[in-house]
C-alpha cells in the first residue's frame, strides 16, 4: 500500500505563490509516476503535472506550463509542485497522485490518491 498526504495549501492573491509537498509512505520502491492533479467546483478533476520518480522526465497540462513546477526528492520520497503566477482560475482542490509508469493523463490509470489540498486564488 502507499500513502500520499499533501501540504502547503491555502489562500494567496492573484500573481502570488505556493508550494505544495505531498509525502509518500508505504511502497515507495519500483517504476512509478508522481503527479498532481486538481478540481474545481462544479468541474471534473483534471491533470497538472507528472515526474517519473525514476529518470524525473516531467509533463504538465497546457494552462500550467511556465508557471507550476513539478519536482521530487527521492530522499524524502516527497514531490512538490511550485506555483507562481497563481490566477483565480488556479482555485482548487489539488490531489497528489501515483500511477504506474507509462501512465497517461487520465485520471483513470492511477492508482494511489492524497486527500487533496485547497488552493484559494482571489483576484
Known amino acids: 500500500q502507499v500513502q500520499l498526504v499533501e501540504s502547503g495549501g491555502g489562500l494567496v492573491q492573484a500573481g502570488g505563490s505556493l508550494r505544495l509537498s505531498c509525502a509518500a509512505s508505504?511502497?515507495?520502491?519500483?517504476?512509478?509516476?508522481m503527479g498532481w492533479f486538481r478540481q474545481a467546483p462544479g468541474k471534473e478533476r483534471e491533470f497538472v503535472a507528472a515526474?517519473?520518480?525514476?529518470?524525473?522526465?516531467?509533463g504538465y497540462a497546457d494552462s500550467v506550463k511556465g508557471r507550476f513546477t513539478i519536482s521530487r526528492d527521492t530522499a524524502k520520497n516527497t514531490v512538490y509542485l511550485q506555483m507562481n503566477s497563481l490566477k483565480p482560475e488556479d482555485t482548487a482542490v489539488y490531489y497528489c497522485?501515483?500511477?504506474?509508469?507509462?501512465?497517461?493523463?487520465?485520471?483513470?490509470?492511477?492508482?494511489?490518491w492524497g486527500q487533496g489540498t485547497q488552493v484559494t486564488v482571489s483576484s
Open positions: 515526474i517519473s520518480w525514476s529518470d524525473g522526465s516531467i
Open positions: 508505504g511502497r515507495t520502491f519500483g517504476r512509478y509516476v
Open positions: 497522485s501515483r500511477g504506474p509508469y507509462g501512465v497517461t493523463r487520465s485520471e483513470a490509470g492511477w492508482n494511489y
